[in-house]
């Protein structure tokens, strides 16, 4: 227990980063100098990064990617990318390219309900209750009117109320069930701020129905908390064209590749163990757009995930058919996202996001990150099924090698054109660098 530290918040950031550095480095100066090196030279930036979040020490960078070309219902985007891995904005512009010349992506959002739950335990019976829930429910609306009035007045706010019993599966357990239009809002905040008045208009209301004996006056809250599984909030992105039309650089027999895919995505449909990976793919995509534009990229891989196993075995995210000499490939995805709100008009590189995508509603962003998944795993599908996903994974990863081996530009420049015509592996680099050493 030694490093135990009590009052670590209390502490200043450079308190806090001395303590850290005396009780974990080994080598104080380096290490602080690195802290220091991520810093920006902009104080007032700085200090609104630093309070982002809490106990902040530095800043640590992802890069900012773009992925251009993408057509999306007859309008070009070129879309923002946040994320570490290489190979991931090449894929994306790659098909965004490959689709720009066969009609683009289509897109569509299907519905943007979101969900919030007050869970709580009531011992009686569940007639009483449904009595008494239906006299108090127009009072937990007119409770929240202080909450909902803005969202209300730009066409939000709470659609609906149920009662939910749950006692089969826990004892005494009932919930409110509540859905709401948040529109360009992800909604959390507005969410939970509605469902704790609604826990304490219920505690109230309940405790003087006189219906209700002393026990089932005393309706106990646990808890009050959005759903991010969002199966109401739905966008679907697509693309379609000839078998024929399939035909490219890389595609020489477009309906054996067609097919290839076809089979691909079906065994993504039935084998879990292919359905995780294949999803991660899509993934790939999605994260990458939903940082660059602030947004919640845990609440969205959580609902995702749930949503890919809504029929009890985890499966697919995309599709595909091919009937009628047509090739079609789609993405059927709930994505709680907004476009105010959140980070969404703090973070400077966010805004920018925003900007290059012309500063979109949630439901735009929702189509434009739909399609980033659908880009992705067109992509690495195409390159599973044809040459193999290494040879343009370690093309883009070479990079990173020849810089972990500290590779000068001229050495760059030679082993780049010397992978050109050979296989990108780890130890074929380290092998070529060493030669090019002697
Ligand atoms: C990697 C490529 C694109 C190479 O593909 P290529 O055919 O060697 O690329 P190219 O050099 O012929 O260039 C064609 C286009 O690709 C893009 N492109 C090409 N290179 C770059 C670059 N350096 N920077 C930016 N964009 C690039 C760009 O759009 C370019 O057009 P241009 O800009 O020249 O007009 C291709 O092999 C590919 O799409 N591979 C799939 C890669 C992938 O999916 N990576 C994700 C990581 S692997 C993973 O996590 C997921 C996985 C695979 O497990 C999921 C699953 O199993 O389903
Ligand atoms: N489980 C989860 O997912 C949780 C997530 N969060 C965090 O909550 C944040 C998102 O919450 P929000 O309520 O979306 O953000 P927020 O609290 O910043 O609220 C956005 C507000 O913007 C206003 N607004 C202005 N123009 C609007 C328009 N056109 N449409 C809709 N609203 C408009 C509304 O008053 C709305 O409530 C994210 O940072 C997320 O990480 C917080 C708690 C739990």
Not at 16 to 38: C, G, H, M, P
Not at 146 to 158: A, L
Not at 267 to 284: D, L, S
């Amino acid at each position: 227990m030694s490093n135990m530290i009590a009052g670590f918040s209390k502490l200043s950031k450079p308190e806090k980063i001395e303590w850290l550095l005396n009780t974990y480095f080994l080598d104080i100066e380096a290490s602080r100098a690195l802290v220091k090196q991520y810093w920006n030279t902009d104080e007032k930036l700085q200090k609104l990064h630093d309070e982002f979040i809490e106990n902040t020490i530095t800043n640590y960078y992802l890069p900012l990617g773009v992925a251009p070309n993408f057509l999306i219902n007859n309008s070009l985007y070129a879309v923002p990318m946040a994320i570490e891995e290489s190979s991931v904005v090449a894929a994306a512009s790659k098909a965004a390219k490959f689709w720009l010349e066969r009609g683009g992506f289509k897109t569509e959002v299907i519905s943007t309900e979101k969900i919030g739950q007050v869970h709580f335990t009531f011992n009686g019976s569940y007639n009483k209750l449904q009595a008494f829930f239906d006299i108090v429910k127009p009072i937990l609306i007119e409770d929240t009117s202080d909450i909902t009035k803005n969202m209300e007045r730009r066409g939000g706010g709470i659609l609906d109320i149920e009662l939910r019993d749950k006692t089969e599966q826990l004892k005494n357990y009932f919930q409110l069930h509540a859905t709401f239009e948040t529109l360009d809002a992800m909604g959390a905040n507005f969410i939970n701020s509605c469902l704790e008045q609604f826990a304490s208009t219920l505690k109230r209301e309940a405790s003087n129905y006189p219906v209700f004996n002393e026990e089932e006056k005393n309706i106990d809250i646990i808890m009050s908390i959005l759903s991010n599984y969002v199966p109401n909030c739905l966008v679907k992105a697509e693309v379609s064209c000839k078998v024929e039309d399939l035909k490219s650089k890389d595609i020489s027999d477009p309906l054996l590749f067609a097919t290839k895919f076809k089979q691909a995505v079906n065994i993504a449909e039935i084998e879990p163990y292919r359905a995780v990976t294949h999803n991660k793919g899509i993934m790939n995509g999605i994260d990458a757009v939903v940082l660059a534009t602030g947004n919640d990229f845990r609440a969205v891989e959580a609902g995702v995930h749930a949503y890919a196993s809504r029929n009890g075995t985890y499966s697919s995210l995309t599709h595909c058919t091919i009937d009628d000499g047509i090739f079609k490939f789609w993405i059927e995805i709930p994505l709680a996202l907004g476009t105010v709100g959140g980070l969404t008009s703090l973070h400077p590189l966010v805004k920018f996001s925003l900007e290059m995508l012309q500063n979109p509603t949630a439901k735009k962003l929702m189509q434009i990150v739909a399609v980033a998944g659908l880009a992705q795993n067109f992509a690495a599908v195409k390159s599973l099924t044809t040459t193999g996903i290494q040879q343009g994974h370690m093309k883009m990863h070479l990079m990173n090698i020849l810089n972990q081996f500290e590779a000068t530009d001229y050495e760059k420049s030679k082993l780049i054109e010397y992978f050109k015509s050979n296989v990108v592996t780890h130890s074929a680099v380290v092998e070529a660098i060493k030669n090019l050493r002697n």
